[in-house]
Structure formats: C-alpha cells, structure tokens
C-alpha cells in the first residue's frame, strides 16, 4: 500500500472521528447551551443534566481518539495547529473541564447559591466550547499564514474574522438544535412540551445562520468550492444536506422526534463532510503561500507508523463502537431522577 493512499485512508478516519464526536458531543453541548433557558424548577434542572449524566464522557472519547490519531499519524499537523490554536485549545480546554466539573459538583449540595453557580458555569462551558469549535473551522476554512516550517506567523485578532465568528455562531445554533431535539426525546410532561417551542426556535436561528455562512462560504472563501468541479458526485452532499435540513421541521410538525433527531445528525455529518471536502488535501491550508501548507502527505508520519495504527483502529474501533452502542442501549427511554443522579 502506497503512502499517498495510507494518507488518504487516515484522512478518512480522522473525518469518521470527528463526525462520531460532533454528532454525540453535540448534542451534550446543546442541552448545556439550552440548560438555563428550558428549565424553569431545579427538579427540571437535575432532569436536564441526567438526560446526558450517563452518556457525556462516553461522548468524548471520540473526541480523545481524534486527538490521538492526528498525534500520531500527522504529527506536523498536530505541531502546526496547536502552534496556531494554542490559545483557543486552552480556553476550549478549560470550557471542557468546567462543564465536566458542573456536572459532577451541582448536586453535591442543596444550596441554591451553589447549584447556581455551577448551573451558569455549565452553561458558559458548553457555549464557550460550541463557538470555539466553529471559530477554528471557519478560520480553517479561509486559511493561515504559516511560515515554510509551518509555524502560525499571525495572532489570535486574525483568527477572529467576521466568517470565523459567524462559523461560531452558526455551531452553536445548530447544536442547541441538535440538543433541544435530544431533550424532547428524553423527557416528558410540561418540560418535553415547552422544548416544542424551543426546537422551532433554534431550528429557524441555525437556518438564518446555515443562509448566511452558505452564501458568505461560497462567495468569498475559495476553498469552500474547489474540488466540486473536479468531483461532481459532491454535489450530492449539499443535496442530501438541504432535504435534511427541511426535514426537521417537517419531523417535528408531525411529532416525530426520532426522525427529526436522526435528520439532525445527518446534518452534522453532511456540515463535517463538507469542511473535509474544501479543505482536503490540506489539513491546514496556508494562505499566504500555498506550498507552506500542511497536508496530509507532507505531514504524515512514516508507512510503518500508518500500518500499525490501522492494526490498532482494526482492533479499538469495533470496542469503542460497542461500548456506545452499550452504553445508550442501557440508558435509552426518558430520564427519571434517583438517589445516584446529578
């Protein structure tokens, strides 16, 4: 097996990682955003933080092993994005660790001062983490200036363009849909009707938002069209992309949730797709000279380092699989309060 095409395959991978991790993390990171807004009593509180209590650290796995496979199959890549993105993986990390911490620390007492505090820090945490995410993308997306070693030459104020912070914007309204649909899904009662509102709601803000990327994407930023000439079947993508995109709203009009929720997912799915596509073969593209950018080629590690990761993916993959397959078999139906909850 060539090196190019060893390359091509841990690209792939690395796409399947991400998609697994935006699609289950997401909808964690939604009802942390929705968390203070849909939930009117500390009971509905406790419900709304149980409804993920079993399933967010799970979730992250996905997001460790992405982590793990760039380290160790693109090493190049990894040292030139966290040389860009240093500031924002810090800031990203210490979102991730207070809303892990919330999680854990809500209820150990019954002050309301206290669950307070930890309510907000959870809130900020997810939020924080979702607008974080898609500022990287959309910086990504409209590329860096790197030096010939690949170091970033630009500041943080560069990163924070007028797309890049629309990018964000526009991850957190769809993961604040994502997870208003997986709420209703997992509650009942008053709380599951008033989410009714609140998934029109986040629906029709991340469809304002999907508009005005879209548009901004394809006039403006090069990469987000390139290969679309040279591969029509891509278009396919965008395609499928709208018909589940419309098909939300149509789901929960006729009170089906699941499908809505799955509809959903493909989104998230069709989005990452499309960011790998535009950028591809780069991993990170340089845009004030193009042979400085990292790709997958120049920034692989050795064919015997890739042979023996697939080994290991051959083996991990189908374990972690089952584990969440487990996992959400096990806590699947409506969230219900006990002694070992949050």
């Not at 991790?21 to 939604?30: N, V």
Request: aromatic share 16%; with cysteine.
């Amino acid at each position: 097996m060539s090196p190019e095409i060893l390359s091509v395959i841990w690209f792939v991978i690395l796409n399947v990682l991400l998609i697994g991790y935006a699609i289950l993390d997401g909808f964690d990171l939604g009802v942390g955003i929705l968390h203070p807004f849909v939930a009117k009593s500390d009971m509905e509180r406790r419900l709304v933080m149980n409804s993920i209590g079993p399933l967010w650290d799970g979730n992250e796995v996905w997001l460790v092993t992405f982590g793990g496979a760039l380290f160790a199959m693109f090493p190049n890549a990894y040292a030139s994005i966290f040389s860009a993105f240093y500031l924002p993986f810090v800031l990203l990390l210490f979102a991730l660790i207070f809303r892990a911490v919330s999680l854990e620390f809500r209820s150990k007492r019954s002050s309301q001062s206290w669950r307070n505090f930890w309510d907000i820090l959870f809130f900020i945490g997810s939020t924080l983490a979702a607008f974080l995410f898609g500022v990287a993308v959309g910086a990504v997306m409209q590329g860096l200036e790197l030096s010939e070693l690949g170091d970033y030459q630009g500041t943080l104020l560069d990163m924070l363009s007028g797309f890049s912070m629309s990018v964000g914007l526009f991850t957190v309204s769809l993961l604040a849909m994502h997870g208003a649909i997986y709420l209703y899904l997992k509650t009942e009662g008053e709380l599951q009707h008033r989410l009714v509102a609140w998934m029109k709601g986040t629906y029709y803000l991340f469809l304002a938002l999907f508009v005005i990327v879209t548009f901004w994407s394809v006039l403006f930023v090069p990469a987000s069209l390139q290969h679309f000439g040279e591969y029509p079947i891509l278009w396919l993508v965008p395609a499928l992309n709208i018909l589940a995109i419309a098909n939300i709203p149509r789901a929960i009009a006729k009170e089906k949730p699941f499908y809505a929720f799955f509809s959903s997912c493909c989104t998230i799915a069709a989005l990452v797709f499309l960011f790998s596509a535009a950028i591809f073969p780069d991993l990170l593209p340089a845009v004030n000279n193009t042979a400085f950018s990292i790709t997958i080629y120049n920034a692989a590690s050795s064919v015997l380092t890739q042979k023996i990761g697939l080994i290991i993916v051959a083996i991990g993959m189908p374990m972690v699989l089952s584990y969440t397959i487990l996992i959400y078999w096990t806590f699947r139906g409506k969230v219900t309060l006990t002694d070992s909850s949050y």
